[in-house]
């Protein structure tokens, strides 16, 4: 079969809601072969119209947090609602264990074995704009399968938190009981890009310890600027362990969406989305491009050597990869 041929198949199975056919599809866009990726960005292409309907959350939270956990009870609640949920990582840093979602599947083992919901851990290697790049184009693939709920889990720190909630509509940042110390280091960027924080573990002897310090979130985000004039991020404690608060969690993120459909950021939010996907597609090109040329690899590496050194300046150098580029 050729390549044409394979991609019009591909794309009546991810159409079908086959999750066979969108596990392989996915596999095709994160493919380096240049024929796989040519038939790649024809499927998504074809793909498109059916695109763009779902929500889309990201997840974030440090080590021990429980967004596995989490995500396996939002996930279980979705689907008793009668959802199709999909669940992506971003992890750029995990070449050897391949994403906290092939680590912590056991935490999701309801959810993994529902019919009605598909996991997918992120490519494990390559930049974080390749990575993001991928799980933009994985996002869209499962929309057009039928998804209509898209988690993406961030198990990166820093960039990888900014690059998620550059492709989602809701970003949620999960926190711990007992704020007191950690809010002292608490990352101010982290809290300025959510659009909600959920302290989770309020359950047991625990819940008077996360609604203080949700009480002691909400006091700081006072202080922060909202990403919406049109949406106060709020603080809600939670269980992803019995459950308790799930439901509350999904309306928030329903409200959200209806408050930011209502002011038009919406659709804006959305337009933006694009463009940085457009930009992050090209950088990943770039890379791409110095990576796989034996003659500009070979060049950079002289480079690089001669920036190391100290015979040769950063600027210099970059100028010299540039019009190998350009070449």
């Given at each position: 079969?050729?390549?044409?041929?394979?991609?019009?198949?591909?794309?009546?199975?991810?159409?079908?809601?086959?999750?066979?056919?969108?596990?392989?599809?996915i596999?095709?866009?994160?493919?380096?072969?240049?024929?796989?990726?040519?038939?790649?960005?024809?499927l998504?292409?074809?793909?498109?119209?059916?695109?763009?309907?779902?929500?889309?959350?990201?997840?974030?939270?440090?080590?021990?947090?429980?967004?596995?956990?989490?995500?396996?009870?939002?996930?279980?609640?979705?689907?008793?609602?009668?959802?199709?949920?999909?669940?992506?990582?971003?992890?750029?840093?995990?070449?050897r264990?391949?994403?906290?979602?092939?680590?912590?599947?056991?935490?999701?083992?309801?959810?993994?074995?529902?019919?009605?919901?598909?996991?997918?851990?992120?490519?494990?290697?390559?930049?974080?704009?390749?990575?993001?790049?991928?799980?933009?184009?994985?996002?869209?693939?499962?929309?057009?399968?039928?998804?209509?709920?898209?988690?993406?889990?961030?198990?990166?720190?820093?960039?990888?938190?900014?690059?998620?909630?550059?492709?989602?509509?809701?970003?949620?940042?999960?926190?711990?009981?007992?704020?007191?110390?950690?809010?002292?280091?608490?990352?101010k960027?982290?809290?300025?890009l959510?659009d909600?924080?959920?302290?989770?573990?309020?359950?047991?002897?625990?819940?008077?310890?996360?609604?203080?310090?949700?009480?002691?979130y909400?006091?700081?985000l006072?202080?922060?600027?909202?990403?919406?004039?049109?949406?106060?991020?709020?603080?809600?404690?939670?269980?992803?362990?019995?459950?308790?608060?799930?439901?509350?969690?999904?309306?928030?993120?329903?409200?959200?969406?209806?408050?930011?459909?209502?002011?038009?950021?919406?659709?804006s939010?959305?337009?933006?989305?694009?463009?940085?996907?457009?930009?992050?597609?090209?950088?990943?090109?770039?890379?791409?491009?110095?990576?796989?040329?034996?003659?500009?690899?070979?060049?950079?590496?002289?480079?690089?050597?001669?920036?190391?050194?100290?015979k040769?300046?950063?600027?210099?150098?970059a100028?010299?990869?540039?019009?190998?580029?350009?070449?």
């Amino acid at each position: 079969m050729n390549a044409a041929k394979a991609g019009n198949a591909l794309a009546s199975g991810v159409r079908s809601g086959d999750r066979a056919a969108l596990a392989r599809a996915i596999t095709l866009i994160e493919s380096r072969r240049s024929d796989h990726q040519a038939t790649a960005r024809d499927l998504v292409q074809d793909l498109l119209p059916l695109t763009g309907k779902a929500v889309r959350v990201g997840i974030t939270g440090s080590p021990g947090v429980g967004k596995s956990t989490t995500i396996d009870s939002l996930g279980m609640f979705l689907v008793g609602q009668g959802h199709k949920v999909a669940v992506l990582a971003v992890d750029p840093s995990s070449a050897r264990t391949g994403g906290s979602i092939l680590g912590d599947k056991t935490r999701m083992a309801r959810l993994s074995a529902e019919d009605n919901a598909f996991i997918r851990p992120s490519p494990s290697s390559g930049t974080l704009g390749g990575v993001a790049a991928k799980t933009r184009e994985a996002m869209l693939l499962c929309e057009a399968a039928g998804f209509d709920a898209i988690l993406v889990e961030t198990v990166g720190i820093g960039q990888s938190e900014t690059a998620v909630s550059g492709m989602t509509d809701f970003f949620l940042a999960l926190m711990l009981p007992g704020a007191g110390d950690e809010l002292q280091g608490i990352k101010k960027g982290l809290v300025e890009l959510a659009d909600m924080v959920a302290v989770n573990k309020a359950d047991g002897d625990n819940v008077q310890r996360a609604k203080s310090a949700a009480a002691e979130y909400n006091a700081a985000l006072h202080i922060l600027s909202p990403r919406s004039e049109h949406w106060y991020p709020p603080v809600i404690t939670y269980s992803a362990l019995t459950g308790d608060g799930i439901d509350t969690l999904w309306k928030k993120v329903l409200d959200h969406r209806k408050a930011m459909i209502a002011s038009g950021d919406f659709d804006s939010r959305r337009r933006e989305q694009q463009v940085k996907w457009m930009w992050s597609m090209l950088e990943d090109r770039l890379h791409s491009k110095l990576r796989s040329d034996p003659s500009i690899r070979s060049k950079v590496k002289q480079l690089e050597a001669a920036v190391a050194d100290g015979k040769t300046t950063p600027t210099v150098a970059a100028d010299t990869i540039s019009k190998l580029l350009d070449r």
